[in-house]
């Protein structure tokens, strides 16, 4: 026989203090939910398409901002799903995905029914602000609660205030917000 110390490597230590443990548990929680959801890439994708929307917005009354999110809408959910399940399957976990596709179909039903019946960009822009409050609270994310209060006290003070070129301010509002909110989120994705 021969003697001699083993390579094997023992048990991890096992930690006595509960209140560490539940810290450790914690950041683990929220690291997952931050690499399987990340917020940070409808925020860019949505905040890019809010950009481009201002010109739209001086064609036919608001009807050229209409347009643009009829169509802008649907293509930027279909990119937001189709990169959430790439990353999924890259990262071999996801999230189930109805009640956030079934928020954004609020969102946009919700907007469209709101600038119909209040001919403003204010409307439907408090409907996106109470919207994405939803969205906060699924995704638990404190920096897209604040985005979504920005966005809706905006609107309230373009309703109160009705000036010139509202649907502009509003759209520019929700672009920097949404793209600066998304950058800050980007750096913090655990996956990169």
Known sequence: MTSGSSTAPGPAP?????????????EVRRR????VHPAWFPMLVFGALGLASIPFGSIGDG????LFWLVAS???GYATSRYYRDRASSIGAGVRGR??????VAIFVTA????AVTESAAGPMLAVAVGYLGFARLERSRPVAAVSVVLGVSAVLVAV???????????LVFGLAFTGTGLLLRRRDPVG
């Open 14 to 26: 096992i930690n006595d203090d509960p209140a560490a443990t539940l810290r450790q548990l914690e």
């Open 32 to 35: 997952t939910r931050a690499a």
């Open 63 to 66: 009807a050229g901002s209409g």
């Open 74 to 76: 649907p293509a930027g």
């Open 99 to 104: 009640a956030y596709v079934a928020l954004g």
């Open 112 to 115: 469209w029914v709101a600038g």
């Open 161 to 171: 205030t009705d000036p010139a070129h509202g649907d502009v301010v509003l759209a």
